[in-house]
């Protein structure tokens, strides 16, 4: 009886090295799922160039060619001008259109802006714009008494 039961002593240490290990690999999964569940909140971050391979147009479009035209001016334009550009009619269904599709894309925050109603500029624009205009906020800050604000 003595290697029945050291047999069995050998099974159950076994069996307990098995469920030991299926709680590593169960504990292993939930960990993995966890990090799953934290990367899908965060927002996605961009890398260098991907953005742009990921937002790129097709040559062509008619949102294409109103970045294009936009890149030549410089400067966000009203959506008159923009049609203007495009060589396209002023009439309703074109500037709802236009207006329309570069909507999409600043809901979404690529490529276009809105920096006004009905006036659309470029992304790669408004960050330009926006660190010389905080200079010209802070002007005029040194003119305000003491005890403004108290």
Do not use: C, W
Not at 79 to 94: F, H, Q, T, V, Y
Request: overall charge negative; aromatic content about 4%; hydrophobic content about 35%.
């Amino acid at each position: 009886m003595g290697a029945r039961e050291s047999l069995q002593e050998l099974i159950d240490q076994k069996r307990q090295e098995i469920e030991s290990l299926q709680n590593s690999l169960r504990d292993a999964q939930t960990y993995i799922q966890a990090l799953t569940d934290a990367l899908r909140s965060l927002p996605k971050e961009s890398v260098p160039g991907a953005s742009e391979a990921r937002h790129d147009l097709r040559p062509g479009t008619m949102v294409f060619r109103v970045r294009e035209v936009l890149r030549e001016r410089g400067e966000p334009m009203h959506i008159s001008e923009i049609l203007a550009g495009l060589n396209r009619p002023m009439d309703k269904g074109n500037r709802v259109s236009v207006s329309g599709s570069l909507a999409a894309y600043v809901r979404n925050g690529h490529i276009f802006t809105r920096p006004k109603p009905n006036t659309f500029g470029l992304v790669e624009m408004a960050s330009g714009a926006a660190d010389s205009g905080t200079e010209d906020a802070d002007e005029g800050l040194d003119d305000l008494p003491d005890s403004f604000g108290t």
